[in-house]
């Protein structure tokens, strides 16, 4: 089941309850295109700040293919993010020490109204990877590499879900013509 079927298996849950009323205005009278595309507009209405090195741009760029930068949409939201990497050199699996490595990426963001200069939201998400079963330098550094990519790609689309949640949340009604 797609993540966008259970956007709206769960509106038309909450419906009853009064929290998404203002927004759907009744299931049966919208399609899955309709919020579709109001959620491609409010997700393209953000300004992607850019970070910088190697990382910040896999990020940037996954981010902004998520986003649909390219879309063309007047910017009324301003996302900044800062990134952050730890990694551990040495852990143990019961009680036996190996040469693996975890890592940890974090994504602070912050998303901020242009037009009130408001933090509308702020938040972090983090993911992990172990990497250094290799033996050889090159392949550690390869491996690190592969890593720090991977968990980047992966926080872009996390960060991408935080706003579209957030979105779905202060859910305007959707004009129906």
Known sequence: MSLRSIII??????????FLGGFLGGCSSLSKDQIDAAMIDKLASV???TMSGR??????????????????????????????????????????????????????????????????????????????????KYGIEQSELQARKRLAKLLAERVRRRLQLYFLSIAQPIDKT
């Open 47 to 49: 300004e992607i700040v």
């Open 55 to 136: 990382d910040g741009q896999i990020y940037n760029r996954n981010l902004r293919q998520a986003m649909y930068s390219s879309y063309g949409a007047e910017a009324e939201y301003r996302l900044a993010s800062k990134m952050s990497i730890s990694a551990s050199e040495t852990f143990s699996v019961r009680g036996v020490s190996s040469d693996f490595k975890k890592m940890t990426m974090t994504i602070s963001f912050t998303l901020t109204d242009i037009y009130t200069n408001e933090v509308a939201i702020s938040n972090s998400v983090s993911a992990n990877a172990t990497l250094g079963t290799v033996s050889s």
């Open 9 to 18: 298996r769960l509106s038309c849950l909450l419906l009853p309850l009064g």
